[in-house]
């Protein structure tokens, strides 16, 4: 129940920050890799700065392929979803990516986590209402595909995130190692193929901000996958980001077909109830 909780308020302040890099990317402001580092930055520090004062670093070197092949998706995730971020309408992003769950829920059984009756109805609902939306064209095409790699490519690192804190990492470690990686790669991509010195947009106070929102998802969902099964946790996550994200569709953005993605919200509401019993 806790978990849930974590997941849906942070997603609040995911939505916030993905609604300024949509902004961003297409005012042409910023280069989508400087754009990173903006957004990784401010987190990354945070989860040095949890090993350093809490002691928190509990790293195995058993973990190496799997933490090492997350570390290589993740990159390509992170490029993948802002340019699908960036492209796509923001309520499409945020139904599309709901597919990551039935995929997630098979892993979970295959890692034998337990699912229990309701929760597996929550989900149920859940993906019922993402189909209620194709069949009434509530998402347009644009970003479509963008966006559902990100669905598919989150299983995969999800599935090692949760497996590594489970069997040898720590959290605060697994998540700075991936970071520090991710950081890193993007800083080299901003200043040989972008051309640019990301830290310059730190001067700008909208830069900061949105650093400093996108960290507390990122900080809050990382912990969130240790209270219950990956298949639940991610559940409430793009569910309340579905909703979150249609709300600033709609204020914001100005995007259509609102009945019919107010009906499905209704059922993504009712499939995240199902998943805190």
């Known amino acids: 129940m806790f978990g849930v909780l974590i997941v849906f308020f942070s997603t609040f302040f ?164 991936i970071y520090l990686a991710l950081l890193i790669f993007l800083l080299l991509m901003a200043f040989l193929k972008a051309k640019e010195n990301p830290f310059i947009f730190f001067r700008q106070k909208i830069f900061c901000f949105q650093s400093l929102l996108n960290a507390i998802p990122s900080f809050l969902n990382s912990y969130a996958y240790v209270l219950a099964p990956a298949s639940v946790i991610l559940s409430a996550f793009r569910s309340s980001a579905v909703f979150w994200s249609v709300a600033s569709g709609k204020v914001y953005f100005h995007e259509k077909h609102l009945l019919v993605k107010a009906v499905c919200l209704i059922l993504l509401i009712g499939g995240i109830i199902l998943l805190a019993i």
């Open 14 to 177: 995911d939505e916030i920050s993905n609604s300024l890099v949509k902004v961003e990317l297409k005012q042409k402001q910023i280069s989508l890799y400087s754009l990173a580092v903006v957004n990784s930055f401010t987190v990354t520090l945070i989860f040095i700065a949890v090993n350093i004062f809490r002691r928190e670093f509990i790293f195995s070197l058993a973990s190496l392929p799997t933490i090492s092949i997350r570390a290589i998706l993740e990159v390509i995730l992170t490029y993948i979803s802002l340019t699908a971020i960036a492209q796509a309408e923001r309520s499409t992003y945020g139904f599309i990516r709901i597919l990551t769950m039935p995929l997630l829920l098979l892993v979970d059984f295959f890692l034998n986590y337990q699912i229990n009756n309701y929760q597996m109805a929550g989900i149920g609902v859940i993906i019922l209402s993402l189909i209620l939306l194709f069949s009434y064209q509530g998402v347009k095409k644009q970003g479509a595909w963008l966006s559902l790699a990100t669905a598919v490519l989150a299983v995969a690192t999800i599935s090692l995130y949760k497996y590594d804190i489970t069997y040898y990492n720590s959290v605060a470690a697994e998540q700075t190692i």
